[in-house]
């Protein structure tokens, strides 16, 4: 089992900058996909942004593409979201999440390991 630790939330105002990690405790040579899932209170958990681990395949939520980033570090066992241009509706917890199976999903169902989550805050 891997355990999957985020970090790098915090409160920021409307047009800054955040960069989320997510760190694994062993190498991920058993997943084929990671991703970034966020949610807000009364909400549904939603995807944000995913990459085959190998290939290194990004896609985006519409509602952050052009905005954030997401990329991983293969040696450090290290998923990152960096995210610029923030609004007030990005506001929410944002997961972490591993997936053992391709192609890469868009529903948090296909994720089998998830970080506890980072808090990130965009005042108005």
């Known amino acids: 089992q891997v355990q999957l630790v985020e970090s790098g939330g915090g409160l920021v105002q409307t047009g800054g900058s955040l960069r989320l990690s997510c760190a694994a405790d062993k190498p991920i040579f058993s997943n084929r996909a990671m991703g970034w899932f966020r949610q807000a209170p009364g909400k549904e958990r939603q995807f944000v942004a995913a990459i085959s681990w190998i290939g290194g395949s990004t896609y985006y939520a519409d509602s952050v593409k052009g905005r954030f980033t997401i990329a991983r570090d293969n040696a450090k066992n290290t998923l990152y979201l960096q995210m610029t241009s923030l609004k007030p509706e990005d506001t929410a917890v944002y997961y972490c999440?591993?997936?053992?199976?391709?192609?890469?999903?868009?529903?948090?169902?296909?994720?089998?390991?998830w970080g506890q989550g980072t808090q990130v805050t965009v005042s108005s």
């Open positions: 999440a591993a997936s053992t199976v391709l192609p890469v999903s868009y529903n948090p169902t296909g994720y089998r390991y």
